[in-house]
């Protein structure tokens, strides 16, 4: 037992570590951005709607009962970087692996915007995510004026837990 405890301690201390070391990463985003769009270019129609939206170009994810996540991310505005955020996640279950994905969180108004950017801003653990494939049909809306894809880049990871994420926001 204190072997797991050691292990996923040391595997959010490297997330810690890694996610201060990578603050700024407005050249990561723009990469995340053209990659979601290379995907699938129906995202477009929310990078041209949306108010504005946060854009996580790589979450490290990891776990076994007891698990973790961490990312860094720009925050737009009419396309342009207005912010950093930073999103961390403890997560309880059963869950074995690691993972790493991007993550876009659009704004469908002001409102959703300044609850984001307000500063401690978390989901609950029921916010689902729109996972983004090649050519698939997107017809999804928004929740609470906020709307959420992921797109996979590496791992493997089994998991049937319960965790929320939280957002921390500088605006520049």
Known sequence: MNVKYTLVTMMLVLFTMSSFAQKNVESKSKEAIAEFKKTNDKINKYFNSAYGYAVFPSIGKGGLGVGGAAGNGTIYRGGSAVGDCKMTQVTVGFQAGGQAYSEIIFFKD?????????????????????????????????????????????????????????FKTEMR
């Open 110 to 166: 002001k409102a959703a915007f300044d609850r984001f950017t307000g500063d401690k801003f978390e989901f609950a653990a029921q916010a689902t995510a729109v996972a983004v494939t090649a050519g698939a049909s997107f017809d999804v809306d928004y929740r609470d004026g906020i709307l959420i894809f992921t797109h996979a880049k590496g791992g493997l990871m089994y998991e049937a837990s319960v965790g929320g994420q939280k």
